[in-house]
């Protein structure tokens, strides 16, 4: 379970339990990361920078994101659901879905080609199908 709260107060407290103690520091969203594992294995991690902060605890099954700021929370609880259902997704043989812009005939698009167990799951008929022109 992931839960995603705007909490300052929480951000300064987990902030503060992972500069206390040994850490490591990393790259997540181009912000700069530090966490920790306690003795009892929850991980505690802060993005000082965007005014984050994360508590998992693997026994109770539960992610909590904290923010000073409600947009920040959001964005970091989408980017973390995104990830875990593109590795549920790998996990069951699926590759990520492909996306490319193209221009046909001067009008620009998109190409989305999504791969799953080995084979190409594209639609079978005359080509590539495409978005009306918002001009017709």
Request: glycine share 8%; charged share 25%; aromatic share 2%.
């Amino acid at each position: 379970m992931v839960e995603a709260d705007v909490d300052p107060a929480d951000v300064a407290t987990i902030t503060q339990d992972v500069r206390e103690y040994q850490h490591q520091t990393t790259t997540k969203a181009n912000s700069l990361m530090i966490h920790r594992r306690t003795p009892v294995g929850v991980v505690l991690a802060a993005q000082p920078g965007e005014q984050l902060a994360y508590r998992y605890d693997h026994a109770a099954g539960v992610l909590r994101i904290v923010g000073t700021q409600a947009l920040p929370v959001a964005l970091a609880a989408a980017r973390l659901a995104r990830e875990l259902m593109r590795g549920l997704l790998m996990m069951d043989g699926w590759s990520p879905a492909r996306l490319r812009r193209r221009q046909h005939r001067g009008r620009n698009g998109a190409h989305v080609r999504a791969e799953g167990r080995g084979q190409d799951h594209r639609r079978p008929g005359p080509g590539p199908r495409r978005l009306a022109s918002a001009r017709q």
